[in-house]
């Protein structure tokens, strides 16, 4: 066919056009419904129309080919072509991405961003995102375009920005590049939430409306919608409403994502009753600020458990809205961990019973819907961050049993197995269940066995995995490091050195869910007292492991429902 012949001949090679049509079809299959990043009739009139590609588009092909290879059953795609290919559209994307600097490149950019995410937890994802998130801002596309933020509206010194993009020659085009700003929003968030980090995109540059409906989007249909506003949560009751879905709906409940990964960031002193009395009181801001959110969703799409249960055929169910509630037991959790499973505890500071039923709750919920996802055969519709949040609901199941002494939840095994499944098409699942899965058979083993004086002893990688303040990426280093005969081999070959256990524990970078603590390390007697036990251990193991096997988490108490600070303020 005569159109192949625009790109058949360059020197980065595509595949035959008929299967390079397949896959992209295969992007708003897999992909753009949940990541709603491009209009379908757009994209393919502009892709596989009449007219040459431009080079810019020509990138574009690529990136999405890098993303859609995991999931083409062609039987002209092995896996050594379907690597070959993958390996130089990659390198094509990332030249053409470090080289210029437009709406186009961008987005293929992400599209390869979000592929990286999926193989790994690690540092290329993080620099990817960082590159994207500093080009969004200078292209101006954090901001409308009668932003004071693009142009003083008052007489000003302040210094002007140049305005780099041409103006859109349509509200379609326009609404494309709203898009494109927060899909990069969410990939920066959801990167950023599994580790100690800031986010690469500062909100404070960020004054921008919220993206439509997709089939407002798709008919190209001028709608207006609300603006983003972090201190403005009067937003949620407007007469515009009706203009948003999911995807306006997943920006604002991952920025209040974002305000609670910042919260959490902070240590606090819990021996200073002004500190804590301070980090509860913005405890509970946080969580009225989530509730008043929730309230804002349509009644058909509030209820997980009505959603599952609607009438509505599995072929025909959003795979945004899953995705949806997915953050909202993953924002749930990342809020009420920390006061659920504190790693330390004071007089002054305790467990709060009524945040532990909250996390217990939602990962009750996040069963639920992951029953129906798999029953229905949608998991390879859902992306990333829906195993991200399996494999949050896995942690706190395991950590519930460990901290309050009981059975841990059998039917982790469901999130196992899931994870395993979603491993087919992303990596980072995969990983995520050979984890778990190591975790489990060392925790069965110690099940059946006892130590020298009678008692259980907790695995090393059952210890690594309670500790809720670590993130994704150097749970992978820690558990993979520890001796077995069943290892479990890192994908990130370039840390070297663990930190010791002090380390551990005043370090942010393994700060998942940063309970609070001391803001800073033992000194004095309580310090000689930590160096005197470490000494003993290194010196006689078996101490070591009756050490280990006082408590999974130091100084852990069951809370006591009738005096939940989180309900009654001192």
């Excluded at 379908?40 to 999405?64: N, P, S, W």
């Excluded at 919608?225 to 995807?247: E, L, M, N, P, W």
């Excluded at 599995?314 to 993953?330: D, E, F, Q, R, T």
Aim: glycine share 4%; aromatic share 10%; proline share 6%.
């Amino acid at each position: 066919m005569a159109v192949g012949l625009c790109y058949s001949e360059q020197a980065v090679p595509l595949p035959p056009y008929d299967l390079l049509y397949s896959l992209v079809d295969l992007f708003f299959k897999h992909i753009n419904g949940w990541f709603p990043l491009l209009d379908r009739k757009t994209t393919l009139d502009r892709l596989f129309g009449v007219t040459q590609l431009e080079e810019a588009d020509r990138v574009l092909l690529h990136a999405i080919l890098t993303v859609t290879l995991r999931f083409s059953k062609d039987p002209r795609l092995s896996p050594e072509s379907k690597q070959h290919y993958h390996k130089t559209s990659k390198q094509k994307v990332q030249l053409f991405g470090l080289e210029n600097s437009s709406v186009r490149s961008l987005q293929a950019l992400l599209i390869l961003a979000l592929d990286v995410t999926g193989k790994t937890n690690g540092p290329p994802g993080w620099n990817l995102i960082a590159l994207i998130s500093r080009s969004v801002v200078q292209l101006g596309l954090s901001v409308e375009t009668t932003s004071p933020l693009a142009a003083p509206v008052y007489p000003s010194i302040a210094t002007l920005r140049a305005s780099v993009l041409p103006e859109a020659k349509s509200w379609i085009e326009d609404e494309e590049r709203r898009r494109l700003f927060w899909a990069v929003y969410l990939l920066d968030r959801y990167v950023t939430i599994a580790t100690a980090f800031e986010f690469a995109l500062d909100e404070r540059e960020v004054d921008r409306r919220l993206p439509c409906r997709d089939d407002l989007f798709a008919a190209n249909k001028p709608v207006e919608t609300r603006y983003f506003r972090s201190s403005q949560r009067s937003r949620y009751a407007t007469s515009i409403s009706d203009s948003h879905g999911y995807f306006s709906y997943h920006c604002e409940l991952i920025g209040i994502l974002g305000h609670i990964h910042q919260f959490l960031r902070r240590p606090i002193d819990i021996r200073s009753l002004t500190d804590v009395e301070r980090w509860q009181a913005s405890y509970r801001a946080l969580d009225s600020e989530l509730n008043t959110w929730h309230f804002s969703l349509p009644d058909e799409f509030a209820n997980i458990s009505s959603l599952v249960k609607s009438n509505l055929p599995a072929k025909n169910a959003s795979c945004g809205w899953i995705m949806l509630h997915a953050a909202y037991v993953l924002t749930v959790i990342r809020l009420n961990s920390s006061a659920a499973y504190p790693s330390q505890t004071s007089h002054i500071f305790s467990s709060s019973y009524s945040a532990m039923q909250r996390c217990l709750g939602a990962v009750d919920n996040m069963r639920e819907l992951v029953q129906f996802v798999s029953s229905n055969d949608l998991l390879d519709r859902l992306g990333p961050p829906f195993a991200f949040t399996i494999w949050v609901c896995s942690r706190v199941a395991l950590v519930h049993g460990s901290a309050m002494d009981t059975e841990i939840d059998p039917d982790i095994a469901l999130f196992v197995t899931v994870l395993s499944q979603m491993g087919q098409y992303w990596d980072v699942a995969q990983r995520y269940s050979d984890i778990l899965n190591r975790v489990l058979n060392e925790y069965q083993q110690s099940q059946q066995s006892v130590g020298i004086n009678g008692e259980r002893v907790t695995p090393s990688s059952v210890r690594i995995l309670a500790d809720m303040r670590r993130c994704a990426y150097d749970l992978d280093l820690l558990i993979s490091r520890q001796p077995s005969h069943a290892a479990v081999r890192s994908y990130h070959p370039t840390r070297q050195n663990t930190p010791s256990p002090n380390e551990l524990e005043y370090l942010d970078v393994f700060d998942l869910f940063n309970f609070p603590r001391l803001p800073n390390a033992p000194t004095g007697v309580e310090h000689e007292r930590a160096e005197a036990m470490n000494q003993a251990a290194a010196e006689d193991p078996g101490l070591a492991t009756s050490l280990d096997t006082v408590s999974i988490i130091p100084s852990f108490t069951v809370p006591d429902p009738e005096a939940d600070w989180l309900f009654h303020a001192r």
